[in-house]
């Protein structure tokens, strides 16, 4: 009897310590400016004519230089997850501001494989370089050459073709 009120006590003791601990955030809605965002959005419409016009432009352009497939594979579409972007959007300034966006870079690797590479950006849409694997340190201007060693950026998002949405949409499909 003695073992199963002390056992309740701790649990008491317990569960009162955790009442005010914050839950964990479930996954969700990330807040965001809607007014804000409102200012990138466009019509699927829009948006599938885009896709459509780069996969034409970019079939007509294999067949005019064959060996341009070779030296320069321009995908249909690349994906980041959601940590990924989290990461970048989780960057502060030197003042303590977290990022203000992300910026997409063209790259190329030495397969002639296209990469997009992202890197947060600050209100004034200077790129915040850290070291993304180490949250918490300071980002670094790219005039401080020596912390940029340790600099990180988001690459290696999962390709399409070979990695497809299942689905076909407007986005992927003539």
Request: glycine share 6%; with cysteine; charged share 25%.
């Amino acid at each position: 009897m003695q073992r199963k009120v002390a056992g309740l006590a701790v649990a008491a003791i317990v569960s009162l310590g955790f009442r005010d601990s914050p839950v964990p955030e479930k996954a969700g809605a990330i807040p965001f400016d809607l007014e804000a965002a409102k200012t990138h959005f466009i019509p699927l419409e829009v948006a599938s004519g885009y896709t459509r016009h780069f996969r034409k432009t970019r079939e007509a352009l294999h067949r005019e230089h064959p060996g341009m497939k070779a030296r320069l594979a321009l995908e249909h579409s690349e994906r980041f997850n959601r940590d990924a972007i989290a990461a970048l959007l989780n960057v502060k300034d030197s003042r303590g501001n977290p990022a203000a966006g992300v910026r997409i870079y063209q790259g190329l690797d030495a397969a002639g494989q296209t990469r997009l590479v992202l890197v947060p950006h600050d209100a004034q849409g200077k790129d915040l370089l850290t070291k993304l694997s180490s949250p918490g340190d300071a980002a670094v201007s790219a005039d401080t050459a020596a912390s940029l060693d340790a600099a990180e950026a988001v690459e290696d998002g999962v390709r399409c073709p070979p990695t497809c949405p299942d689905d076909e949409n407007p986005l992927s499909t003539d």
